[in-house]
């Protein structure tokens, strides 16, 4: 069965058992009475794995109740879900060693059966920053176990660290809190169930490029710097290794053992060969490439050399037990003196997040004028209702004043037809300083809207502009890079990295417009007023982006304004700092706090 595994006792004897079972050569078992015991046996302690490890929470969320079970994998069912969310993982396959994922179900209708998966795994003795981070001296119950963090340390202690070698939220649900969850399924199960080599685990960490643009591990986890990559010896180790396997005839020829790192290595030269054979290139000049930015090779070069060249990756560390604790704390405290490298990086400042003075606008009205129709039909229509003539007049928004605050939200409120479209743009149209008759964006060939009112100060004004449809989103990258393209994005529900390389004709319209929400934020304005907001998206969606946006909007200081129809579903989870609700026919009200 795809969904079991079958393991052999020293006696011959076979059990089956569920597919991810932590068991595996040399453990030592006990069976009786319906249950299953496994020996962490340089720890003395006997672990019952029988039952399905299952962790229950209750979650309020959108004025539901959602209960959500995290648990190890035990049907068809859930390996098939499990198997589809791998295909969201950045760089797939999984952990090397012993892995569990932990998968999280949910009891909604309308929420995916799997929300996602974390995996814990086995650790790698080669990890430079955790190398850094343990050369000082660990005690257990007054007992020394390492003075430093050296080679043979390494091999003897390193069961003793479990990792997070996957995670992945399901698409639709990113941004809603669920990576926090995860997380503590994660420090749960290996408190409770993990063990590895003997020994239960005192430290878990984890070790991913994400981190860089998604830091989602919190405060729990300690920053340790970065591992070392491969960059420094590249060229040395797949000189060798290939040259050895040329002189052999085959891979064959290249040295055996070695661990899990030469596994690696050797993978990679064996790439590297049949891209020779393939190209006929010499060695020296690929390996010549291999040293230089990915972005600067070509792409048939950069497709089959990539994996090749591990370029240093953020990595984080926990403390498990109460003395791992006190460890990790100690290094913290000490600010990690002894490896002169910070514990967690600052904030980088954003361009115009400085204090900013208030915009003021004063005596905001519109006013519309717009030709009637002079047809048989629609004089019969006015004549059935009482209107008459050839020209239509009204005012939809009676003059009143309010004020944006930077790093503060305001929600425009009203039914249909109420003027939530024109108050957004006439923001744009009163922020450059001038006075404006007409706006000829909303003027049509027998129509004209006049905008009145004034500004204590000029603003630039964002809002969701039209993108080319064959561009690719990373082409609107910015001038703050990739690092705060990727955060912006992800603040505004879109954390999948393979959407930034499609064309955007291929994106979804919800896609389309959270993208244009973000390019919002990273042009920088002082204002930004996004119309119809999250009309567009689900319900949870729209909670993931109004959270995230909350922090945006402090972070860049900016006076975000969105104006909905829908806005009991938005405000309660947005939670201005005021609202201005029109009403036809009557003045705007502004509310300067946001009814509970």
């Known amino acids: 069965m795809p969904d079991s595994s079958k393991f052999t006792l020293a006696d011959g004897s076979v059990f089956q058992a569920r597919r991810f079972l932590p068991l595996g050569k040399g453990d030592h078992v006990l069976m009786r009475e319906g249950e299953l015991w496994v020996l962490a046996k340089r720890d003395d302690v006997w672990i019952n794995i029988f039952d399905a490890w299952i962790r229950n929470i209750t979650l309020k969320f959108l004025g539901k109740t959602i209960q959500v079970e995290f648990k190890e994998i035990e049907t068809l069912e859930e390996l098939e879900q499990f198997e589809a969310l791998r295909k969201f993982h950045y760089r797939g396959g999984g952990g090397a060693g012993r892995t569990v994922p932990i998968i999280g179900r949910s009891n909604i209708w309308d929420l995916p059966s799997v ?36 080679h043979a340390s390494a091999r003897k202690y390193s069961n003793m660290i479990c990792r997070i070698s996957r995670f992945v939220i399901h698409p ?24 590895f080599g003997g020994f239960k685990p005192r430290f878990i960490e984890i070790t991913a490029d994400m981190l860089r643009y998604y830091p989602f591990v919190g405060q729990s986890f300690v920053f340790m710097g970065e591992t070392e990559g491969n960059g420094h010896r590249i060229q040395k180790d797949m000189s060798y290794l290939v040259r050895r396997a040329q002189a052999g005839e085959d891979i064959r020829g290249m040295p055996q053992g070695g661990g899990g790192i030469m596994t690696l290595q050797r993978g990679y030269a064996a790439q590297l060969i049949k891209y020779l054979k393939k190209t006929n290139k010499s060695l020296p000049d690929v390996i010549h490439s291999l040293k230089f930015d990915p972005s600067t090779l070509d792409q048939e070069t950069w497709e089959a050399l990539y994996r090749l060249n591990r370029r240093p990756k953020p990595s984080y560390i926990m403390g498990l037990t109460t003395n791992a604790k006190s460890f990790v704390s100690e290094r913290c405290e000490n600010h990690y003196a002894t490896v002169g490298s910070a514990i967690e990086k600052e904030p980088c400042a954003v361009e115009g997040s400085e204090e900013q003075e208030p915009f003021i606008f004063t005596g905001i009205s519109v006013h519309a004028r717009a030709q009637m129709a002079q047809s048989r039909e ?25 004020t944006l605050a930077p790093g503060t939200i305001t929600l425009i409120c009203g039914g249909s037809g109420s003027g939530k479209t024109l108050l957004v743009q006439a923001l744009s149209q009163l922020s450059d300083g001038q006075k404006h008759a007409c706006d000829t964006e909303i003027c049509g060939e027998n129509a004209e809207v006049h905008i009145a009112g004034e500004i204590n100060r000029i603003a630039s004004v964002g809002g969701l502009e039209s993108i080319p449809g064959h561009i690719a989103s990373l082409d609107l990258i910015g001038k703050g890079g990739l690092e705060e393209f990727l955060k912006v994005t992800a603040s505004c529900g879109l954390a999948e990295p393979q959407l930034f390389v499609r064309p955007v004709s291929t994106l979804s319209s919800g896609q389309m417009y959270r993208l244009q929400i973000a390019l919002a934020f990273l042009k920088h304005s002082q204002i930004v007023a996004v119309d119809n907001f999250c009309e567009p998206l689900d319900a949870f969606t729209m909670a993931a982006v109004c959270r995230r946006i909350r922090h945006l909007v402090r972070e860049y200081n900016v006076a975000f304004v969105a104006a909905t129809a829908s806005y009991d579903r938005v405000g309660s989870v947005l939670q201005p700092d005021q609202r201005i609700l029109l009403r036809r026919g009557d003045s705007a009200i502004v509310l300067e706090d946001s009814p509970q």
Do not use: C, H
Not at 123 to 147: C, H, Q, V
Not at 174 to 192: P, V, W
């Open 115 to 150: 929300l996602g998966f974390i995996e814990v795994s086995s650790s790698m003795i080669a990890n430079t920053a955790r190398k850094r981070f343990l050369d000082y001296p660990y005690r257990e119950n007054g007992e020394l176990l390492w003075s430093r963090w050296d």
């Open 172 to 195: 639709e649900l990113r941004g809603l809190g669920l990576a926090k969850e995860f997380l503590e399924a994660a420090i749960q199960y290996a408190e409770q169930r993990w063990f």
């Open 378 to 402: 629609a004089r019969s229509l006015q004549d059935s209702f009482g209107f008459v003539g050839s020209e239509l007049d009204a005012t939809i928004i009676q003059p009143f004043d309010f």
